[in-house]
């Protein structure tokens, strides 16, 4: 793991951007679907090399905010539940050479729960690594360019996006989230999946209806 994000914190990967300023827009389309529960553990979490330093509770924060700034959006009438885990992540630093362009990462593991089927659609998590977007103040290192806090709001945002492709990619193939509903909102749950308290590092029991742990 560590050998993996100091790879992707030093070398800038053009073809892992993601410009997750698209919130203007009408959300693509997602057939029936309407966010449930949001929950983001970290319970494994590893910090890369030369990094900047964020508490779990700070990537709590900003990853379940961002993720329901995508996805909240949404008014389907079924429900559909996301474990997000943190695995690891650089938040790259003032003081490391120019020549090197540090760059920010975050990696994580993405499950979808269906509420309905009280079962995960992915059996296993889908990792999704994300890199800062390319702009003025990345192209040198966005340690040299930006707190750390707008470091975390940039990769949580690119990795809402990136989960947001997935989905897509998961509706065009499989039809996940079925055809489109007649704009009834889904009635959310009382109680969190319990399988979002692992997001993909732990097995899951069978239905999600019990409480969360840590």
């Known amino acids: 793991m560590l050998r993996r994000i100091a790879c992707f914190a030093v070398l800038f990967l053009a073809a892992a951007c993601t410009n997750s300023n ?9 057939g029936n679907f309407a966010l449930g529960h949001n929950v983001v553990v970290a319970p494994k979490v590893v910090k890369g090399p030369v990094s900047r330093e964020a508490s779990v509770e700070e ?3 900003a990853l379940t905010g961002a993720i329901a700034e995508r996805f909240d959006r949404y008014e389907g009438e079924k429900l559909y539940h996301f474990g997000t885990s ?3 992540y650089v938040l790259a630093q003032p003081g490391i050479p120019v020549v090197l362009s540090p760059k920010s990462v975050l990696i994580i593991n993405i499950t979808v729960w269906d509420d309905a089927l009280g079962k995960k659609l992915n059996d296993k998590p889908e990792q999704i690594t994300v890199m800062e977007s390319l702009s003025g103040d990345t192209i040198v290192g966005s340690g040299l360019t930006q707190p750390k806090e707008q470091q975390m709001q940039n990769l949580s945002r690119n990795a809402a996006k990136m989960i947001q492709n997935y989905l897509v990619k998961m509706q065009a193939q499989e039809q996940w989230f079925g055809p489109a509903g007649d704009g ?10 319990a399988a979002a308290t692992a997001a993909g590092t732990a097995t899951a029991p ?3 209806a019990g409480p969360v742990s840590g």
């Open 86 to 88: 943190v695995e690891g």
């Open 206 to 208: 069978e239905t999600p």
């Open 22 to 30: 698209d919130l203007n827009k009408a959300p693509v389309a997602l």
């Open 59 to 61: 990537w709590q924060a």
């Open 184 to 193: 009834t909102a889904a009635t959310s749950l009382g109680s969190e999946p």
